[in-house]
């Protein structure tokens, strides 16, 4: 029997996929930022009223989800501006420079990998920081975290590592997931429970996506 759902990967990048469920709960995180102009009938929308017809006037202080955000931004008519989230400034550079395990990203933002790159559609000072440097800083970040979270999901056979996965972001939890079904598949191979071992769907799904690349 097929399965009803087959799950589709995030997009790289700034570009998203909207056939991912990951994408789109990922387009509902809300992005610091201002009306550089009234947005007639949007009050309701980005909680500023009560009513559907009022307009949020110029200069307001905004919580924009980032789908609405990059519908509304435009550089030539300046609709609105955006502000980087906390998370990604200098100060918390810095931490993760320093220890990028000791941070709960789920808490922080539970889509931090992507969510930080869709930053660069939007017109920022700090962007060719975040270019330049924060891209690294990811890369970074995600290989002092990535060790740690490969070994306890190698290491933990029937434990409780809920403690541990609270604290990763989405893509984190994936692997993780990744690394426990390896584990779990190695040890009823070994114990003869199973006739073969097989390749991750993360694995058959980058192999697709590279042989689509070459027909096309």
Wanted: charged share 25%; aromatic share 10%; proline share 5%.
């Amino acid at each position: 029997m097929s399965d009803s759902y087959f799950p589709v990967g995030p997009g790289l990048g700034m570009e998203e996929n909207f056939l991912s469920l990951d994408d789109i709960l990922m387009s509902q995180e809300k992005l610091p930022g201002r009306a550089e102009s009234a947005l007639p009938r949007l009050a309701v929308l980005l909680g500023q009223g009560g009513g559907s017809a009022e307009s949020v006037p110029e200069g307001s202080k905004l919580e924009i989800p980032l789908w609405l955000a990059k519908g509304l931004h435009d550089s030539k008519r300046r609709i609105i501006s955006v502000e980087l989230p906390k998370i990604y400034k200098e100060a918390w550079r810095t931490v993760f420079s320093a220890d990028a395990n000791v941070v709960d990203l789920h808490k922080m933002g539970p889509y931090y990998y992507g969510f930080g790159s869709q930053l660069l559609n939007f017109e920022n000072p700090e962007n060719p920081e975040i270019a330049q440097t924060d891209s690294v800083c990811f890369l970074q970040t995600f290989i002092a975290r990535f060790r740690r979270i490969m070994d306890s999901s190698q290491n933990a056979y029937n434990e409780d590592t809920s403690a541990l996965v609270a604290r990763l972001d989405e893509l984190e939890r994936a692997l993780f997931q990744v690394g426990q079904k390896g584990l779990n598949d190695f040890q009823c191979w070994e114990k003869g429970q199973a006739s073969q071992i097989t390749a991750s769907s993360l694995v058959q799904n980058y192999g697709k996506r590279k042989l689509t690349e070459v027909d096309g």
